[in-house]
Nanobody
Framework: QVQFVESGEGLVQPGGSLRLSCAASGSRFSIYAMGWYRQAPGKQRELVATITSGGSTNYADSVKGRFTISRDNGKNTVSLQMNSLKPEDTAVYYC??????????????WGQGTLVTVSS
């Protein structure tokens, strides 16, 4: 069973930056496409950023140019660097696989997520 532990919770002012980290268990991490998801109050969970096993990235339009996803296969980690944060970025952030980028893939169990609050 693959497990994810997110970290980096923080309260930041608009325009500020925050870096999130996700530690994954399992021996096959390096072949998974991974993604960061978020769920804001009263909204559906959405896919924010993805990274393939080869390092190719994609972003939701709402965060493009502001967020950067990266991975370290040697450490089984995925990171999300968030810059120029806006109040609408406030959400609980989760990492998981990105099944849409794999021919046969599926979401693993959700971790507890980490809360990002952007407010002055």
């Amino acid at each position: 069973q693959v497990q994810f532990v997110e970290s980096g919770e923080g309260l930041v002012q608009p325009g500020g930056s925050l870096r999130l980290s996700c530690a994954a268990s399992g021996s096959r991490f390096s072949i998974y496409a991974m993604g960061w998801y978020r769920q804001a109050p009263g909204k559906q969970r959405e896919l924010v950023a993805t990274i393939t096993s080869g390092g190719s990235t994609n972003y939701a339009d709402s965060v493009k140019g502001r967020f950067t996803i990266s991975r370290d296969n040697g450490k089984n980690t995925v990171s999300l660097q968030m810059n120029s944060l806006k109040p609408e970025d406030t959400a609980v952030y989760y990492c998981n696989t990105d099944p849409t980028a794999m021919s046969f893939g599926y979401l693993e169990a959700w971790g507890q997520g980490t809360l990002v609050t952007v407010s002055s």
